[in-house]
């Protein structure tokens, strides 16, 4: 049974503030890891995807990968009110023809 | 990123109807798409994967015969919710990844509200 696993959450965080969310997966083949974020009532929207061990920036968004920890982490940097969603960490697994594992989600409030 | 659309984007329907949920990648070729189902405050839930060109693959305890789909082209993706009843009232969302590339960076469609009455 592939699984992965998130802060369960809710994490709360100030405006301005650095949000961190955690991610562990089960399957060490994995070789995809992606980052969506859903507001409530809308539809996944994928902010990072990340392949490779190490660190990948985009904007105030960082993901990082350690491969040999099945580990996979989110920050957000200047955390905004805007940012205030479920942020669900997704795995594709060894040999599973571009399916997605989720996590259950962690919901982030930051509060102005 | 890449598009992809779904609609109806809300449906109501009287119980034992058919409804039809079309979806589309705007912008690039899908072989595979997935279909979702999510109920409030819950986690997505894989029903199936639409296979164009073949029979689609569903996840244990989705019923194929209530929930039909039919992957004609390679843009389009469509789920037939069969006799719908009060209890297939969710929220249903297809993606589709966008393969060939070295990357497969899966993109969800913005969903379809079913409400049954």
């Known amino acids: 049974q592939k699984e992965v696993e998130q802060n369960s959450g809710p994490l709360s965080v100030p405006e301005g503030a650095i949000a961190s969310l955690n991610c562990t997966y089960s399957?060490?083949?994995?070789?995809?890891f992606f980052w969506y974020r859903q507001y409530s009532g809308k539809s996944p929207e994928l902010i990072m995807s990340?392949?490779?061990?190490g660190d990948k920036e985009d904007g105030r968004f960082t993901a990082q990968l350690n491969k040999a920890s099945q580990y996979v982490s989110l920050l957000i940097r200047d955390s905004q009110p805007s940012d205030s969603a479920t942020y669900l960490c997704?795995?594709?697994?060894?040999?599973?023809?571009?399916?997605?594992?989720f996590g259950k989600g962690t919901l982030l409030t930051v509060n102005p | 990123g890449a598009v992809v659309s779904q609609h109806p984007s809300r449906v109501i329907c009287k119980s034992g109807t058919s409804v039809k949920i079309e979806c589309r990648s705007l912008?690039?070729?899908?072989?595979?798409m997935f279909w979702y189902r999510q109920f409030p405050k819950q986690s997505l839930m894989l029903m199936a994967t639409?296979?164009?060109?073949?029979?689609?693959?569903?996840e244990q305890g989705v019923e194929k015969d209530k929930f039909l789909i039919n992957h004609a082209s390679l843009t389009l993706s469509t789920l037939t919710v069969t006799s719908a009843h009060p209890e297939d009232s969710s929220f249903y969302i297809c993606?589709?990844?966008?393969?060939?590339?070295?990357?497969?960076?899966?993109?969800f469609g913005p969903g379809t509200r079913l409400t049954v009455l």
């Open positions: 997704a795995v594709i697994g060894g040999g599973s023809n571009y399916k997605l594992t």
């Open positions: 993606s589709a990844p966008r393969t060939g590339s070295s990357y497969n960076e899966q993109f």
């Open positions: 639409s296979n164009e060109g073949s029979k689609a693959t569903y």
């Open positions: 990340i392949y490779s061990n």
């Open positions: 399957d060490r083949g994995s070789q995809s």
């Open positions: 912008d690039f070729q899908a072989t595979t």
